[in-house]
């Protein structure tokens, strides 16, 4: 949120100075559309959703005048969120992680942590229609370099913690967490648990390997928020979202933590650490 504040900044938007924000929160699917249909009964004059693609979808489905700016991984032009990335039409912008994109990049490189993996494990949120899309990417990365696939779903704490239990069961060399907003809340909970079981685990975002997970590849995010901000303070000022091509990340960041690696037995190649932007010791 610091960086979303610091791109409202940039275009000269201080809270509480000459703007208000409603901060809303809701982790059931099934509720977004209500929550985006108060907002528009609220008469905001542009609707951030800081979350996922069924975010983005509510947001749009509830209205066609009021600015919808999402922040979201998945592809808005796949996921019928926007028609085009580079002319949005309608009333919807934003920006994008790619985060769908990287799978084969976060999968090659646990594969490089353990060579000898036959199996990995892939944790997805089936209630996000848009992750469950993306399994195929994972299947197809995975036949490429020889590796099965356990696929897993969880939508509750509850559900991740069974998640591991058949994963341990089926013996999956490793884990590779779908990029979901609720994963992100369930943050310390999927790190515990890796570390509790001894699962090198590839994360979607840094937050997690900051915590003691393994590893993980994704856009700045400080930037992309940042970038959201921005474009929600140029919406403010009197911009239309159908003039505003959605946001593509330029950088990527790879983020590795040696202790947790050490305490998993492994050894990083050098090429890992080369390659990386940040390695905790």
């Known amino acids: ?36 249909a108060d907002l528009v009964r609220r008469d905001v004059t542009v609707i951030a959703v800081a979350s996922s693609v069924p975010a983005a979808l509510a947001a749009k489905g509830a209205t066609r005048s009021t600015p919808v700016v ?3 991984g998945g592809d808005a032009v796949e996921n019928g969120v926007v028609t085009s990335l580079s002319r949005p039409g309608g009333n919807v912008t934003g920006v994008t992680t790619l985060s769908g994109d990287l799978f084969e990049k976060r999968l090659g490189l646990l594969r490089e942590l353990v060579p000898a993996a036959g199996s990995i ?15 195929w990417r994972v299947r197809a990365a995975a036949r490429a370099l020889g590796i099965d696939v356990l696929e897993l779903n969880a939508t509750s704490a509850v559900e991740i913690r069974e998640s591991f239990t058949v994963l341990v069961q089926r013996r999956a060399a490793a884990l590779l967490v779908g990029p979901d907003p609720f994963f992100g809340a369930q943050r310390e909970l999927l790190v515990a ?3 509790q079981h001894a699962v090198p685990t590839s994360y979607f975002r840094r937050e997690f390997v900051e915590l003691g997970g393994l590893l993980s590849y994704s856009a700045d995010f ?4 940042r970038q959201f ?33 050490k305490s998993l037995g492994l050894t990083v190649p050098q090429s890992i650490l080369l390659r990386a932007d940040e390695v905790i010791e």
């Open 1 to 36: 949120m610091g960086a979303f504040h610091r791109g409202l900044g940039e275009v000269g938007y201080v809270e509480g100075r000459n703007v208000a924000i409603e901060y809303v929160a809701e982790d059931r699917v099934d509720q977004l559309a209500s929550l985006a």
């Open 70 to 72: 999402f922040l979201m």
């Open 121 to 135: 494990a892939y944790l997805a949120n089936p209630s996000n229609s848009a992750l469950a899309k993306l399994a």
């Open 193 to 195: 648990l890796a570390a």
């Open 222 to 225: 400080i930037d992309t928020y």
């Open 229 to 261: 901000g921005v474009y929600v303070g140029r919406i403010l000022k009197g911009e239309k979202p159908s003039d505003l091509p959605v946001v593509q990340p330029t950088k990527f960041e790879l983020v590795i933590n040696l202790k947790t690696a």
